[in-house]
């Protein structure tokens, strides 16, 4: 089973996920391949520099919300990349713990 959908399977459930995502755009925060604690969460207690694991374009991603507005959440990489505004009906976690 891929590490979205054993998060999508726990967040679901209501229950926090221990994973280790697979990528390198949050390379230098997480390490493709590290260990990842996600735990539902609320968009509205989402804050700026918060990782977020989101529905964003039919895929699924952990990425940085780097603004809140209006628009939503605009959410980006670790490596300076703008994704753009994401809907925060689809912020589906929150990462709480970055480990080994």
């Not at 999508?8 to 390198?24: E, T």
């Not at 968009?43 to 964003?56: E, L």
Request: hydrophobic share 40%.
């Amino acid at each position: 089973m891929s590490w979205v959908k054993e998060a999508l399977n726990g967040l679901n459930a209501g229950k926090s996920v221990r994973v280790r995502p697979q990528g390198g755009s949050m390379r230098g925060r997480i390490e493709s391949g590290q260990w990842v604690t996600i735990e539902p969460v609320s968009a509205d207690s989402v804050q700026v520099d918060d990782v977020v694991f989101i529905r964003w374009k039919g895929n699924y991603i952990l990425h940085i919300v780097k603004e809140r507005g209006e628009a939503g959440l605009l959410i980006g990489n670790n490596l300076g990349k703008i994704n753009g505004w994401a809907n925060p009906e689809d912020v589906l976690g929150i990462v709480t713990e970055i480990g080994n």
